[in-house]
């Protein structure tokens, strides 16, 4: 430390266990607020499906690179999770307690599940944007009304 002030390993451990306990609650609150997005994109998309298809192209598009996105912001927060999740299985010792482990691939995490359901967000977007771009260019035929007796 430049100040010559040294920072003790039992500093250490409590910052760093408030920062995994603030990341976890933060990891139980992201699936609502992406559901609520790309829900809210799906919903705004398909109601613009027979006033302006263009629209909602665009929107579906969006709700797929948003789902891609959120894929990597979840990689990004799953690395910074499991280092500090390493960090206190060293600190705590034979007291560490962890479902952390390498070896064994089933189940998945929790953040190996919330990105798969956002990778079947994009791909239900990206048909969200073939169907709309369908519509677009080869509109259906107004009904055909049966001919009345005269």
């Not at 010559?4 to 409590?14: A, M, P, R, T």
């Not at 027979?50 to 969006?62: C, E």
């Not at 560490?96 to 977007?125: E, G, R």
């Not at 035929?141 to 005269?150: E, F, K, N, R």
Request: with cysteine.
């Amino acid at each position: 430390m430049p100040d010559g002030n040294d920072v003790s390993v039992n500093e250490i451990y409590k910052e760093q266990y408030a920062h995994f306990r603030a990341m976890n609650d933060i990891l139980y609150k992201i699936p609502p607020l992406f559901s609520v997005a790309i829900g809210g994109l799906w919903y705004f998309a398909a109601s613009q499906l027979k006033s302006d298809r263009l629209i909602a192209v665009g929107i579906f598009f969006f709700a797929a690179v948003v789902s891609v996105a959120s894929v990597f912001i979840m990689g990004r927060f799953s690395q910074a999770f499991s280092l500090y999740i390493t960090n206190l299985n060293k600190l705590d010792g034979d007291y560490a307690v962890s479902l952390k482990n390498k070896d064994k691939k089933w189940p998945p995490s929790t953040v190996k599940i919330i990105q798969f359901l956002l990778w079947v967000a994009a791909a239900i977007s990206c048909a969200g944007v073939v169907y709309a771009l369908v519509l677009l260019f080869c509109p259906p035929a107004p009904p055909v009304l049966p001919a009345q007796p005269s």
